[in-house]
Protein backbone atom coordinates (compact mmCIF):
# COMPACT_ATOMS: atom_id res chain seq x y z
CA UNK A 1 0.00 0.00 0.00
CA UNK A 2 1.41 3.39 -1.15
CA UNK A 3 1.35 6.39 1.56
CA UNK A 4 -2.09 7.78 -1.00
CA UNK A 5 -3.69 5.01 -0.42
CA UNK A 6 -2.73 4.59 3.42
CA UNK A 7 -4.07 8.13 3.89
CA UNK A 8 -6.85 7.60 2.05
CA UNK A 9 -7.83 4.85 4.03
CA UNK A 10 -7.76 6.72 7.45
CA UNK A 11 -9.47 9.77 5.72
CA UNK A 12 -12.23 10.78 3.07
CA UNK A 13 -9.72 13.60 1.55
CA UNK A 14 -6.48 14.49 1.22
CA UNK A 15 -6.08 17.97 0.95
CA UNK A 16 -3.11 19.11 -1.30
CA UNK A 17 -1.09 22.76 -0.67
CA UNK A 18 -1.71 25.70 -3.31
CA UNK A 19 0.06 27.96 -5.47
CA UNK A 20 3.56 28.14 -4.75
CA UNK A 21 4.70 31.01 -7.69
CA UNK A 22 1.53 33.06 -7.53
CA UNK A 23 2.01 33.17 -3.54
CA UNK A 24 5.77 33.78 -3.65
CA UNK A 25 4.31 36.61 -6.09
CA UNK A 26 2.28 37.61 -3.46
CA UNK A 27 4.79 37.96 -0.53
CA UNK A 28 6.91 40.57 -2.73
CA UNK A 29 8.98 37.91 -4.28
CA UNK A 30 9.10 38.45 -8.28
CA UNK A 31 9.00 35.03 -10.60
CA UNK A 32 9.88 36.99 -13.73
CA UNK A 33 12.11 34.78 -14.51
CA UNK A 34 13.18 31.59 -16.99
CA UNK A 35 13.29 29.90 -13.53
CA UNK A 36 9.90 30.81 -12.19
CA UNK A 37 9.73 30.12 -8.52
CA UNK A 38 12.54 27.58 -9.09
CA UNK A 39 14.72 31.21 -8.68
CA UNK A 40 13.93 31.35 -5.20
CA UNK A 41 15.60 28.27 -4.62
CA UNK A 42 18.46 30.33 -4.08
CA UNK A 43 17.23 33.56 -3.33
CA UNK A 44 14.76 33.19 -0.69
CA UNK A 45 15.07 29.84 0.48
CA UNK A 46 13.47 31.05 3.89
CA UNK A 47 10.69 32.25 1.96
CA UNK A 48 10.00 29.02 0.34
CA UNK A 49 10.25 27.64 3.82
CA UNK A 50 7.81 29.93 5.17
CA UNK A 51 5.11 29.42 2.09
CA UNK A 52 5.31 25.80 2.63
CA UNK A 53 4.56 26.37 6.10
CA UNK A 54 1.94 28.29 5.78
CA UNK A 55 0.26 25.89 3.76
CA UNK A 56 0.30 23.02 6.53
CA UNK A 57 -0.87 26.07 9.40
CA UNK A 58 -3.92 26.20 6.55
CA UNK A 59 -4.44 22.30 6.90
CA UNK A 60 -2.54 20.98 3.51
CA UNK A 61 -2.16 17.56 4.09
CA UNK A 62 0.29 17.68 1.15
CA UNK A 63 3.06 20.72 0.40
CA UNK A 64 5.25 20.35 -3.05
CA UNK A 65 8.46 21.33 -3.48
CA UNK A 66 9.51 24.20 -5.54
CA UNK A 67 11.31 21.53 -8.16
CA UNK A 68 8.62 22.45 -10.91
CA UNK A 69 11.08 24.08 -13.08
CA UNK A 70 14.29 23.29 -11.59
CA UNK A 71 16.21 21.46 -13.70
CA UNK A 72 20.47 20.54 -13.90
CA UNK A 73 20.12 22.38 -17.40
CA UNK A 74 18.55 25.38 -16.21
CA UNK A 75 20.41 26.55 -13.15
CA UNK A 76 23.16 25.52 -14.92
CA UNK A 77 22.11 28.19 -17.52
CA UNK A 78 22.28 30.39 -14.84
CA UNK A 79 25.84 30.16 -14.14
CA UNK A 80 25.71 27.45 -11.52
CA UNK A 81 27.94 23.96 -11.68
CA UNK A 82 26.33 20.85 -12.38
CA UNK A 83 27.00 20.00 -8.48
CA UNK A 84 25.90 23.11 -7.88
CA UNK A 85 22.31 22.55 -10.25
CA UNK A 86 22.02 19.18 -8.24
CA UNK A 87 22.30 20.04 -5.11
CA UNK A 88 19.57 23.43 -5.46
CA UNK A 89 17.09 20.10 -7.10
CA UNK A 90 17.36 18.08 -3.68
CA UNK A 91 17.24 21.22 -1.55
CA UNK A 92 13.50 22.14 -2.76
CA UNK A 93 12.69 18.55 -1.18
CA UNK A 94 14.62 19.64 1.94
CA UNK A 95 12.94 22.75 2.48
CA UNK A 96 9.65 21.10 2.52
CA UNK A 97 10.33 18.70 5.08
CA UNK A 98 12.16 21.59 6.95
CA UNK A 99 8.81 22.97 7.24
CA UNK A 100 7.27 19.87 8.11
CA UNK A 101 9.60 19.45 10.65
CA UNK A 102 8.67 23.13 12.25
CA UNK A 103 4.95 22.28 11.46
CA UNK A 104 4.85 19.26 13.63
CA UNK A 105 6.71 21.34 16.79
CA UNK A 106 4.36 23.64 16.92
CA UNK A 107 1.34 21.38 16.52
CA UNK A 108 2.79 18.45 18.35
CA UNK A 109 2.72 15.00 17.89
CA UNK A 110 -0.89 13.93 17.67
CA UNK A 111 -2.53 13.61 14.02
CA UNK A 112 -1.16 12.31 10.90
CA UNK A 113 2.36 14.06 9.53
CA UNK A 114 1.84 15.58 6.53
CA UNK A 115 3.68 14.55 3.36
CA UNK A 116 6.00 15.99 1.02
CA UNK A 117 5.85 15.45 -2.24
CA UNK A 118 8.38 16.41 -4.71
CA UNK A 119 7.32 18.45 -7.95
CA UNK A 120 8.06 17.15 -11.29
CA UNK A 121 7.39 19.55 -13.92
CA UNK A 122 6.52 18.90 -17.76
CA UNK A 123 9.22 19.41 -20.33
CA UNK A 124 7.95 22.71 -21.32
CA UNK A 125 8.27 24.04 -17.73
CA UNK A 126 12.36 23.99 -18.14
CA UNK A 127 11.74 25.48 -22.10
CA UNK A 128 9.87 28.62 -20.23
CA UNK A 129 8.26 28.71 -23.71
CA UNK A 130 4.30 28.51 -22.50
CA UNK A 131 4.24 24.75 -24.30
CA UNK A 132 3.62 23.24 -20.91
CA UNK A 133 -0.30 24.20 -22.27
CA UNK A 134 0.51 23.36 -25.50
CA UNK A 135 2.12 20.35 -25.54
CA UNK A 136 4.40 20.87 -29.13
CA UNK A 137 7.69 19.75 -28.34
CA UNK A 138 10.02 19.04 -30.71
CA UNK A 139 11.52 15.85 -29.18
CA UNK A 140 10.39 12.36 -29.42
CA UNK A 141 9.71 10.13 -26.60
CA UNK A 142 12.85 8.81 -25.81
CA UNK A 143 14.81 12.29 -25.26
CA UNK A 144 12.10 12.85 -23.21
CA UNK A 145 12.42 10.20 -20.91
CA UNK A 146 16.07 10.92 -20.77
CA UNK A 147 15.11 14.77 -19.74
CA UNK A 148 13.26 13.19 -16.93
CA UNK A 149 15.03 10.84 -15.36
CA UNK A 150 18.50 12.54 -13.95
CA UNK A 151 15.72 14.95 -11.98
CA UNK A 152 13.58 12.03 -10.94
CA UNK A 153 16.56 10.31 -9.31
CA UNK A 154 17.98 13.69 -7.41
CA UNK A 155 14.35 13.80 -6.05
CA UNK A 156 14.05 10.21 -5.47
CA UNK A 157 17.65 10.40 -3.50
CA UNK A 158 16.36 12.35 -0.47
CA UNK A 159 12.78 10.23 -0.11
CA UNK A 160 9.96 12.55 -0.57
CA UNK A 161 6.77 10.81 -0.09
CA UNK A 162 5.59 11.24 -3.47
CA UNK A 163 6.68 12.44 -6.58
CA UNK A 164 3.92 14.91 -8.56
CA UNK A 165 4.44 14.62 -11.93
CA UNK A 166 2.36 17.82 -12.71
CA UNK A 167 0.88 19.96 -15.78
CA UNK A 168 1.81 17.03 -18.33
CA UNK A 169 0.21 18.74 -21.27
CA UNK A 170 0.12 15.16 -23.60
CA UNK A 171 0.70 11.73 -22.87
CA UNK A 172 3.84 11.12 -24.30
CA UNK A 173 5.44 13.15 -21.43
CA UNK A 174 3.28 10.98 -18.84
CA UNK A 175 4.62 7.34 -21.14
CA UNK A 176 7.96 9.08 -20.78
CA UNK A 177 7.90 9.82 -17.05
CA UNK A 178 7.27 5.90 -16.48
CA UNK A 179 9.77 4.49 -18.42
CA UNK A 180 12.28 6.89 -16.74
CA UNK A 181 10.95 5.99 -13.55
CA UNK A 182 11.52 2.64 -14.51
CA UNK A 183 14.97 2.73 -15.27
CA UNK A 184 16.18 4.38 -12.60
CA UNK A 185 14.34 1.81 -10.93
CA UNK A 186 12.54 4.68 -8.59
CA UNK A 187 10.26 3.27 -6.06
CA UNK A 188 8.47 6.19 -4.62
CA UNK A 189 4.75 6.59 -5.61
CA UNK A 190 4.41 9.07 -8.30
CA UNK A 191 1.01 10.97 -9.15
CA UNK A 192 0.30 11.93 -12.77
CA UNK A 193 -1.47 15.12 -12.96
CA UNK A 194 -2.45 16.92 -16.67
CA UNK A 195 -3.20 20.35 -17.64
CA UNK A 196 -6.82 20.13 -19.66
CA UNK A 197 -7.94 22.49 -22.07
CA UNK A 198 -11.59 21.62 -21.72
CA UNK A 199 -14.12 19.16 -19.98
CA UNK A 200 -12.05 16.51 -21.91
CA UNK A 201 -8.91 16.95 -23.39
CA UNK A 202 -5.94 17.56 -21.93
CA UNK A 203 -4.02 20.55 -23.84
CA UNK A 204 -2.26 18.72 -26.69
CA UNK A 205 -5.39 17.52 -27.31
CA UNK A 206 -5.47 13.94 -26.39
CA UNK A 207 -8.79 12.69 -23.78
CA UNK A 208 -8.40 12.79 -20.87
CA UNK A 209 -9.81 9.72 -20.66
CA UNK A 210 -7.04 7.62 -23.05
CA UNK A 211 -4.59 9.41 -20.64
CA UNK A 212 -6.45 7.81 -17.52
CA UNK A 213 -6.83 4.61 -19.84
CA UNK A 214 -3.03 4.01 -20.06
CA UNK A 215 -2.28 5.30 -16.45
CA UNK A 216 -4.70 2.32 -15.18
CA UNK A 217 -2.37 -0.16 -15.79
CA UNK A 218 0.70 1.75 -14.34
CA UNK A 219 1.86 0.26 -11.03
CA UNK A 220 3.91 3.79 -10.36
CA UNK A 221 0.42 5.86 -10.70
CA UNK A 222 -0.53 5.87 -7.10
CA UNK A 223 -3.25 8.86 -8.33
CA UNK A 224 -4.50 10.33 -11.65
CA UNK A 225 -5.83 13.89 -12.25
CA UNK A 226 -5.31 17.42 -13.62
CA UNK A 227 -4.06 21.13 -12.34
CA UNK A 228 -3.30 24.22 -13.73
CA UNK A 229 -6.92 23.94 -15.14
CA UNK A 230 -10.00 26.16 -15.69
CA UNK A 231 -12.39 25.51 -12.38
CA UNK A 232 -15.37 25.12 -14.35
CA UNK A 233 -13.85 21.96 -16.13
CA UNK A 234 -12.97 19.96 -13.00
CA UNK A 235 -16.58 17.83 -12.50
CA UNK A 236 -16.47 16.82 -16.26
CA UNK A 237 -12.75 16.13 -16.01
CA UNK A 238 -13.45 13.77 -13.05
CA UNK A 239 -16.18 11.73 -14.37
CA UNK A 240 -14.06 11.23 -17.59
CA UNK A 241 -11.11 9.48 -15.27
CA UNK A 242 -13.41 7.98 -13.26
CA UNK A 243 -15.10 5.96 -16.27
CA UNK A 244 -11.91 4.08 -16.64
CA UNK A 245 -9.74 3.85 -13.33
CA UNK A 246 -10.73 3.10 -10.03
CA UNK A 247 -7.50 5.28 -8.87
CA UNK A 248 -7.60 8.36 -6.75
CA UNK A 249 -8.69 10.84 -8.79
CA UNK A 250 -6.34 14.39 -7.95
CA UNK A 251 -7.52 17.96 -8.50
CA UNK A 252 -6.35 20.90 -7.86
CA UNK A 253 -7.44 23.55 -10.69
CA UNK A 254 -6.17 27.30 -10.99
CA UNK A 255 -8.44 30.00 -8.83
CA UNK A 256 -10.66 30.42 -11.69
CA UNK A 257 -8.92 34.25 -12.82
CA UNK A 258 -7.06 34.24 -16.04
CA UNK A 259 -4.12 36.02 -17.38
CA UNK A 260 -4.03 38.48 -19.69
CA UNK A 261 -0.38 38.61 -21.90
CA UNK A 262 -1.86 41.93 -23.08
CA UNK A 263 -1.64 43.96 -19.50
CA UNK A 264 0.62 41.13 -17.70
CA UNK A 265 -1.97 40.76 -14.97
CA UNK A 266 -4.92 38.50 -13.60
CA UNK A 267 -8.74 39.28 -14.40
CA UNK A 268 -11.78 37.83 -13.30
CA UNK A 269 -13.32 36.10 -9.81
CA UNK A 270 -11.37 33.50 -7.99
CA UNK A 271 -13.65 30.60 -7.21
CA UNK A 272 -15.06 30.06 -3.29
CA UNK A 273 -12.96 26.66 -2.93
CA UNK A 274 -15.03 25.97 0.37
CA UNK A 275 -17.82 25.60 -2.42
CA UNK A 276 -16.83 24.02 -4.91
CA UNK A 277 -14.23 21.55 -3.78
CA UNK A 278 -16.76 19.88 -1.94
CA UNK A 279 -18.97 19.34 -5.51
CA UNK A 280 -15.91 17.93 -6.93
CA UNK A 281 -15.52 14.98 -3.50
CA UNK A 282 -19.05 14.62 -4.75
CA UNK A 283 -18.16 13.94 -8.03
CA UNK A 284 -15.10 11.63 -6.96
CA UNK A 285 -11.87 13.49 -6.35
CA UNK A 286 -9.99 12.58 -3.12
CA UNK A 287 -7.21 14.36 -2.89
CA UNK A 288 -7.87 17.91 -3.51
CA UNK A 289 -6.53 21.44 -3.88
CA UNK A 290 -5.52 24.46 -5.67
CA UNK A 291 -2.89 25.84 -8.78
CA UNK A 292 -2.14 29.34 -9.61
CA UNK A 293 -3.56 32.11 -7.90
CA UNK A 294 -4.68 29.92 -4.86
CA UNK A 295 -3.38 30.94 -1.26
CA UNK A 296 -3.44 29.36 2.03
CA UNK A 297 -6.55 30.87 3.01
CA UNK A 298 -8.61 29.14 -0.21
CA UNK A 299 -6.40 25.94 1.18
CA UNK A 300 -8.20 26.47 4.35
CA UNK A 301 -11.79 26.59 3.27
CA UNK A 302 -11.45 23.10 1.74
CA UNK A 303 -9.70 21.40 4.62
CA UNK A 304 -12.27 23.24 7.22
CA UNK A 305 -14.88 21.21 5.59
CA UNK A 306 -12.97 17.77 4.94
CA UNK A 307 -12.61 17.75 9.21
CA UNK A 308 -16.08 18.02 8.89
CA UNK A 309 -16.59 14.52 7.74
CA UNK A 310 -14.13 13.07 10.40
Not at 24 to 32: I, P
Not at 62 to 81: L, P, W
Not at 133 to 158: K, N, P, S
Amino acid sequence: MNRIEERLARQNVIVLDGALATELEARGFSVNDALWSAKALFERPDLVRSVHLDYLRAGADVVTSASYQATVAGFMKRGFSEEEAAALITKSVHLAQEARDLYLAERGADGAVPLVAASVGPYGAYLADGSEYRGDYDIDEDALTTFHAERLALLAAVQPDILACETLPCLVEARAIVRALREKRVDIPAWFSFSCRDGAYISEGTEIAECARFLDGVPEAAAIGLNCTAPQYVEELICAIRHETAKPILVYPNSGEHYDTSDQSWHGTAEDFGTTAQRWYAAGARLIGGCCRTSPRMIAEIAAWTKKME
